[in-house]
Structure formats: structure tokens, C-alpha cells
């Protein structure tokens, strides 16, 4: 696996720049010096590859850092990232969801009980800025959590409960 420069924040938010693991584009060439995956430093909140660098301001304002199951396959913003299959991995030391139960949103800390990193399932696309770089972005699945046991208790009363989608044990190492 490759492994991108150092990153200097510990918290994530959406906008941030943060680390996600793919298979690597290159790795069906038969070229053994290509690994099967790498860590990519890249833009949490998802631009698809088909925005044009002239409309990127309005994308990046986009709430595009969760992804909904029902919804990736025909929303503009993730379609095509989930047509061409480019699935990551977001490794998380801890997640945070909102507890409404006092009436008011308090961060809540979820994470493993053994310490080991949480792998979340994403997508990831590359775009390109007015000056032709290439930037690579990401977001984090998320299925409905109305029947979960856990999850089905936090969000705001009233909206749906959604949660992301946590990769069983042992997808972090296989991609």
C-alpha cells in the first residue's frame, strides 16, 4: 500500500482534507510494482469528476460528505463515482452523532471497544480546478438506522435516522 504526506489536524470536518484508502486505478495493468491499494489524502465532501472548474465554487458548497444509499445511484454529485465502482475506505479512530435526547444536539463519541480504527465505507471521485490540477474528494455511505439498535436512538426527533456504513472487521486491511 502507498501512503500519502503527513496530515496536521487530528479532527475531521466536513471540507477538511483527510485520508481515504482505494483500490488503486492502476491495479488491474498486471504490473506488480502497482499495489492493490493506497491511502489518498483527499477533500471530504464528495465533487464528481463531470463538474466543470468554472461551477466549482458552488460545489464545494454542496453538503456532499454523506452519501444516501437510497439516493447515490441517480444523484448527480455521486452517480457516476458509484457507477464506476469507486468505493474507499474511511479509517476513523471515532465517529460523532448527535444525541437529541435532551432536547439538545450533544456530540457522542462512538468507537471500537478494542481501540482499533473504524473503517467506514465511502466513494471517491477526482476533478479538476481552473488551472487543470487534479484533486481527488470523498464522502461516507450512510443507510437509514430506524431499525438499528444503537443508532435508531440519536439524530433530531422527527427526521430520519441514518447512520454510515461500518465495514465489518478486517475490510481495513483488504480494501
Not at 435532551?102 to 471517491?124: H, I, N, Y
Amino acid at each position: 500500500m502507498t501512503r500519502p504526506g503527513v496530515l496536521s489536524r487530528y479532527d475531521m470536518w466536513p471540507r477538511y482534507q483527510g485520508i481515504f484508502v482505494r483500490r488503486t486505478p492502476e491495479h488491474d495493468t498486471g504490473d506488480e510494482a502497482v499495489p492493490d491499494i493506497e491511502a489518498i489524502i483527499g477533500r471530504w465532501g464528495l465533487i464528481s469528476g463531470s463538474t466543470r472548474p468554472d461551477a466549482l465554487a458552488g460545489a464545494e458548497k454542496l453538503s456532499t460528505f454523506n452519501a444516501r444509499d437510497d439516493r447515490v445511484a441517480n444523484a448527480f454529485t455521486f452517480r457516476n463515482a458509484w457507477r464506476r465502482a469507486q468505493h474507499c475506505i474511511i479509517p476513523a479512530d471515532a465517529i460523532f452523532e448527535p444525541d437529541w435526547r435532551s432536547g439538545k444536539a450533544v456530540a457522542t463519541r462512538f468507537t471500537r471497544e478494542d481501540g482499533a480504527p473504524l473503517g467506514v465505507a465511502g466513494l471517491w471521485d477526482r476533478f479538476r480546478d481552473a488551472a487543470g490540477q487534479w484533486h481527488e474528494s470523498f464522502t461516507m455511505l450512510t443507510i437509514n438506522a430506524d431499525q438499528d439498535p444503537l443508532f435508531r436512538n440519536y439524530h433530531q426527533p422527527g427526521k430520519e435516522r441514518r447512520m454510515v456504513v461500518i465495514l465489518p472487521e478486517g475490510r481495513m486491511a483488504t480494501g
